[in-house]
């Protein structure tokens, strides 16, 4: 149970609070690419720890991340004309480019010299893992950006599905953190078999065990912490644990155990204290990884079809989540379609920020526990003048994995020599331990 005061300090990110500040400490998710992909194309609104922005790709194929509002009389951006290396906004033809600068001031008379004074609000970019990043600290101490351990080289295929939801981001990290929920929320779609390990059709994830109450055992890191959840298998359960390791990177993301074909992460960007971004990804070797649109139909994720054209959900708490009670009498345990949809529906019925006061855990909450000590004592040590957890030399390693796998009793999970999924018999692309990627205004793709 936590106190209301610490349940503040968790959540809220908008203006000066903690924890946005520290978020603003790493490099944060703002768009998928392919929303800005078009040189000159529509402007896109995001919105990123309570700042609205408008994203858009120039005539040369750089990206911006500028203040949402002119810095003249403060309309909307999003509806300018992106043209000849800049945006123009309708109302007084005012035209920035993706360094803030102002290329031309139409309504002023070249003698009044204000087109040198004004510098609009410009963030540095990075384009990544078909992301458009953006850094939302100091200006003057913007780190290198470091590929993210879901995209760790150009040569891994990357999909992602991406919702926008009416809920705090904490409530989903914990979501994707907790895997006892798994065998019960999922269980129509994470279906238990007698196989070696966890594998993915396109229908279905096939899990070796019927254990719905995991052993929880976690080990805390300086970015964030590894957790074992250990089941019995369905096979040699006698001489052997099914053990699923997951991945918390602090600030917001979650690297989640993989099946036999690709690796799977999330990660959950603030919007602000009620709204998140949440990007759901699979990644791995282009061959046996999912393509976009085949990952967001296995999800029920689809633009147009489960979500609007903003990629906000169609599933909502009026509809009922497209809950099909019959289906549920035929023996579906949700009777919602795509697993995250149900993992939606939970964290959105918990109200748009949990009340955690009236909570009552157990066992199984482990990792939801260490999660939020970890979180509260960072941010207090943030406060107090120490480097934002995750950061510098405290960032996650290169070769840090979730895994899964049927091991003998015998074996101390946090040993076990894994790495992520590949195809077999392909040798894996290396990782440079300190890799980075680009310069500011539209860095590389």
Known sequence: MMTAEDNELLCRVVGNAPMGRLMRRHWLPVCLVEEVSEPDGTPVKARVLGEDLVVFRDSDGRVGVLDEKCPHRRASLVYGRNEEGGLRCLYHGWKMDIAGNVLEMVSEPASSGLIDKVKHKAYPVREWGGVVWGWFGPADAVPEFVPPPWAPTAEVRVSIAKVLLPCNWAQILEGAIDSAHSSSLHSSDMVPARVDGAKATSQLWLRPSTDKAPRLQVQPTPYGFRYAAIRRPIQNAATHDYVRSTVFVAPSTVLIPPNNLYNVANVNV????????????????????????????????????????????????????????????????????????????????????????????????????????????????????????????????????????????????????????????????????????????????
């Open 270 to 445: 603030p919007a602000d204290d009620t709204h998140t971004a949440f990007y759901f990804i699979a990644w791995g070797h282009p061959a046996q990884t999912p393509e976009t649109e085949t990952w967001r139909k296995f999800l029920h994720q689809t633009v147009g079809v489960d979500l609007d054209a903003r990629y906000r959900p169609l599933r909502n708490e009026d509809n009922r989540f497209w809950q099909d009670r019959q289906a549920m009498k035929a023996g579906n345990f949700t009777g919602i379609s795509g697993f995250p949809n149900q993992d939606v529906a939970m964290w959105v019925s918990m109200g748009p920020i949990a009340d955690r006061t009236h909570e009552r855990l157990g066992a199984s909450d482990l990792a939801i526990v260490e999660f939020r000590r970890q979180m509260l004592d960072a941010v207090r040590a943030f406060d107090a003048g120490a480097p934002a957890i995750g950061t510098g030399e405290r960032a996650i390693p290169r070769d840090v994995c979730a895994f899964q796998a049927i091991v003998p009793k015998t074996t101390d999970w946090r040993a076990f020599e894994t790495t992520y999924v590949w195809a077999d018999g392909v040798e894996r692309p290396q990782l440079e331990p300190s890799y980075s990627v680009g310069t500011a205004g539209g860095g590389a793709r």
